[in-house]
C-alpha cells in the first residue's frame, strides 16, 4: 500500500536538509522516495492515496527517549499502580502510548516496567494490532533491596544476582537495560535521590551481562558518587544526571569531560512540568540543577530528549513543554527540532531504522502547522502523524 504526503516544507533529516515544496512516498510502511513534490509525484503510482499540506511541514516523528507507560503521572502514581492489578495497568499503558502518538512522538524508551506489560503492548503495536509509537522497552529496572522503584519487581544484591536479572530481562525480550544507580524522588521511604545503590562492582556486572545480549544500558542517576560510578563502569546513557550530592550539588569538570569523549548521553528527562518544578524546589536550586545541564551541554555532552512521563505532572501529552527546556539552556528551535528526532533516534540505536526521511528507513513521521526550525510552537499544530506507516490523525479527524 502506497501513500503520498505533500508538504511546503519537508525536512528530510538535520535542519539543514530541508526542501521546499516536498513530498515522501511511503510503501508498506517504509519510505519509498523523497525528494522535491513534482519529482516524487511522477514516480509514484497513479491514483495513490495523498495527504496534501502545502502550508504545513513535515518533518521525521518525535523521539521520546525517557518515559514511564505504567505510571499514570497522577498525584501519586506509585500507589495507583500498586493498587492496579495487570490488566488495568495494561489499559492505561495503550491509552497513554496514543496521547504520545498524537502529538507526533512515533518512537518512546520505556524505563520501567511491571511484569513485562509493555514489552507485551510493544509486541502489539508491531504486530498491528494496537495503534501506539514505536517501544523500546527496559523490562524490569535493577534496583537494590527497598531501592528506588522496588515495587517494579528489580530488587537484587550481589553481582550474582545483577546478572541473573539481566539475564532475565534479556530472555523476556528487553531492548535495553535499566539500572537505578541512585535513589529517586517518587520513591516513597526509599534511599535519597543522592545515594549511590549499587557497588562499582555490580554496575560492571550490569554493563559486562548487557554487552553479551548487545544491549545497552541506562542508568539513572542523580547522585555524583552514583555518574562517577555509572561512567567508570560504561553506561550508554545517564537519566537526569543532576550532580546532586549529599549538601547540595557537586558537579565535576573532569567527569563530564570523560562522559562527552566516551560519547555517553545524557537524558536531562525534563518534565512537561519543568517550571512548576523550578518553582516547587527554589529558584536558586533550580538554576543550580539546571546550569549544571548546560554546562554539560557546554563542555560537549550530548543530550537526548525525554519526558519522564509517567510520574506525578508529567502528562504524556505536552512533548513540546518539554522541549521548552532545551530553549531554557540555550538551544534553538532548529537545534531542538534536530534534537528530537536525527540525534536522540541514533543515541538510542535507531539510527538506520528511524528519525529522518530517507528511502529505506521505517516510516515514522509528523505534519504541523507552521515551520517548526523558527518557531517551536508549530509542533503543538499536529496534523497527522504516522508510525511504521500506519497514519493517525489526532481526534480521529
Excluded: Y
Excluded at 47 to 55: A, L, S, Y
Excluded at 116 to 141: C, I, N
Excluded at 231 to 241: D, F, K, M
Excluded at 271 to 285: L, N, Q
Amino acid at each position: 500500500m502506497d501513500t503520498l504526503i505533500t508538504a511546503g516544507r519537508v525536512v528530510a533529516g538535520p535542519h539543514s536538509q530541508v526542501l521546499a515544496d516536498g513530498a515522501v512516498l511511503v510503501r508498506d510502511g517504509v519510505i519509498a522516495d523523497t525528494g522535491p513534490r513534482r519529482e516524487v509525484e511522477s514516480r509514484a503510482p497513479a491514483g495513490v492515496p495523498r495527504h496534501d499540506h502545502p502550508d504545513g511541514t513535515l518533518l521525521p516523528g518525535l523521539v521520546d527517549a525517557h518515559v514511564h507507560l505504567a505510571l499514570d503521572a497522577g498525584p501519586d502514581p506509585v500507589t495507583a499502580l500498586c493498587g492496579a492489578d495487570d490488566a488495568t495497568v495494561a489499559k492505561g499503558i495503550a491509552e497513554r502510548a496514543l496521547g504520545l502518538l498524537s502529538t507526533g512522538v512515533t518512537t518512546v524508551r520505556d524505563l520501567g516496567d511491571r511484569n513485562g506489560l509493555v514489552t507485551e503492548f510493544r509486541d502489539a503495536v508491531g504486530a498491528g494490532r494496537l495503534p501506539g509509537p514505536r517501544v523500546l522497552a527496559a523490562g524490569t529496572p535493577l534496583t537494590a533491596p527497598g531501592g528506588h522503584c522496588w515495587f517494579l519487581g528489580g530488587e537484587v544484591s550481589g553481582e550474582d544476582a545483577v546478572r541473573a536479572l539481566v539475564r532475565r530481562n534479556v530472555e523476556r525480550g528487553a531492548d535495553l537495560v535499566k539500572v537505578m544507580a541512585t535513589g529517586g524522588g517518587i520513591t516513597k521511604g526509599g534511599p535519597p535521590i543522592w545515594a549511590p545503590q549499587f557497588t562499582a562492582g555490580e554496575l560492571r556486572a550490569v554493563v559486562e551481562e548487557a554487552a553479551r545480549a548487545g544491549l545497552p544500558v541506562a542508568a539513572h542517576a542523580h547522585g555524583t558518587e552514583g555518574i562517577v560510578a555509572a561512567v567508570a563502569a560504561g553506561v550508554s546513557t545517564i537519566e537526569h544526571c543532576t550532580w546532586v550530592d549529599r549538601d547540595g550539588f557537586r558537579l565535576l569538570d573532569d567527569v563530564v569531560d570523560e562522559i562527552a569523549a566516551r560519547d555517553i548521553r545524557v537524558c536531562p528527562a525534563a518534565s512537561p512540568d519543568w517550571r512548576g518544578f523550578a518553582e516547587r524546589c527554589g529558584a536558586e536550586r533550580a538554576a543550580e540543577m539546571f546550569g549544571g545541564i548546560r554546562r554539560m551541554r557546554e563542555r560537549g555532552v550530548r543530550l537526548l530528549t525525554g519526558t519522564d512521563a509517567g510520574v506525578s505532572r508529567a502528562v504524556f501529552d505536552d512533548f513540546v513543554s518539554s522541549l521548552e527546556f532545551f530553549a531554557h539552556l540555550g538551544c534553538t528551535p532548529a537545534e531542538i527540532v534536530d534534537l528530537a528526532t536525527c540525534q536522540t533516534a541514533e543515541a538510542i540505536g535507531l539510527r538506520g531504522v528511524t528519525g529522518r526521511l530517507l528511502p529505506g528507513l521505517r516510516a515514522d513521521l509528523l505534519v504541523v502547522g507552521g515551520d517548526p526550525l523558527t518557531d517551536l510552537q508549530a509542533l503543538r499544530r499536529v496534523r497527522l502523524v504516522m508510525a511504521d506507516g500506519r497514519v493517525h490523525t489526532p481526534g480521529g479527524a
